[in-house]
């Protein structure tokens, strides 16, 4: 009998060592995630002169056309969304995301892209065993891009530029290497002219796999 409890207690003890074991490897995940960006920045567009056909060389018109404006919502998706807990509640984030905004005047459309891969500083908080709030600081190469048509003309423009996010995602594990994930980030990118801004509010929500 007492060879037995000795047992069952030697075994207890290997199975919660093996058991903590295993959940402070799972320390990461990376997940895709998807949902509305509000473009927050100056207004933007292509900006279209056309002469006048039968006055000076020196007047201009300057059509009415498609542009983003404070606002405007798009679709922003994560293809990479993860992070990685180096020590205690410290470790690192990173993230490939892209999205788009689209606007329409009689016919005419504008449609405004962005990218980017950023990776920068995590501060988690854990309020419970399956549920994490992660604080997140980011930086990294953003590119910025345009493409329209309208009745006078079409083209397409893009640029690159380093830029900064802040933000939050709400983690809840709901099965062993599983979890749900919900964001809300804000980013700001360098722009080409001083007064100009480029900036937008991400929400997105997702799944993601831990490790």
């Known amino acids: 009998m007492k060879k037995i409890l000795l047992f069952s207690l030697i075994l207890l003890t290997y199975l919660e060592v093996y058991s903590q074991d295993t959940i402070k490897l799972k320390r990461g995940y990376i997940g895709i995630s998807l949902g509305p960006t509000i473009y927050t920045g100056t207004v933007t567009g292509p900006a279209i002169i056309v002469p006048i056909p039968y006055g000076s060389p020196h007047n201009y018109v300057i059509p009415e056309t498609p542009t983003i404006k404070p606002g405007n919502v798009g679709l922003n998706i994560s293809i990479i969304d993860g992070g990685y807990n180096i020590w205690r509640k410290w470790g690192i984030a990173l993230k490939w995301q892209g999205g788009a905004y689209m ?85 700001n990118q360098s722009a080409y002219f001083p007064n100009d801004r480029i900036s937008r509010i991400n929400v997105s929500s997702g799944i993601a796999f831990m490790f």
């Open 103 to 187: 606007d329409e005047l009689d016919g005419e459309v504008l449609i405004s892209n962005f990218g980017m891969i950023m990776l920068g500083p995590m501060y988690s908080i854990q309020f419970q065993k399956d549920l994490i709030l992660d604080l997140k600081l980011r930086t990294g190469r953003m590119y910025s891009g345009y493409s329209y048509e309208t009745d006078n003309s079409k083209g397409e423009g893009s640029s690159y530029s380093m830029g900064i996010e802040g933000g939050a995602t709400l983690r809840y594990q709901f099965a062993n290497k599983w979890a749900s994930i919900n964001n809300i980030e804000y980013q």
